[in-house]
């Protein structure tokens, strides 16, 4: 229903910033939650932020609060994530999702996900 597609990640060093983009098509509603998510090799997947397509306040996991902002655009359905203060252990692939169920942190409550981008944090 939804197609969601990443880009954006890259290779930078400790300090430095990025900022993602995840840019939908298809059957897009508005009460739509969109989130990202990271994994790193040998962890599980892991919530990252959060927020409702139609408002409501954006939300974070407490290690980038303060350092990543979620936003986003209707006019050009696109999702962003900027990463500031970028650190070692944020290198992971970064997943966006859509789902149904504002508040959640669980990958399970989001059906839609894009394929991934690789963000490498040095140092």
């Known amino acids: 229903q939804v197609q969601l597609v990443e880009s954006g990640g890259g290779l930078v060093q400790a300090g430095g910033s990025l900022r993602l983009s995840c840019a939908a098509s298809?059957?897009?509603?508005?009460?739509?939650?969109m989130g990202w998510f990271r994994q790193a090799p040998g962890k599980e997947r892991e919530f990252v932020a959060a927020i409702r397509w139609s408002g409501g306040m954006p939300y974070y996991v407490d290690s980038v609060k303060g350092r990543f902002t979620i936003s986003r655009d209707n006019a050009k359905n696109t999702v962003y994530l900027q990463m500031n203060s970028l650190k070692p252990e944020d290198t992971a692939v970064y997943y966006c999702?859509?789902?149904?169920?504002?508040?959640?942190?669980?990958?399970?409550?989001?059906?839609?996900w894009g394929q991934g981008t690789q963000v490498t944090v040095s140092s």
């Open positions: 298809g059957r897009t509603f508005s009460s739509y939650t």
């Open positions: 999702a859509a789902g149904s169920l504002y508040g959640s942190r669980r990958a399970r409550d989001f059906g839609s």
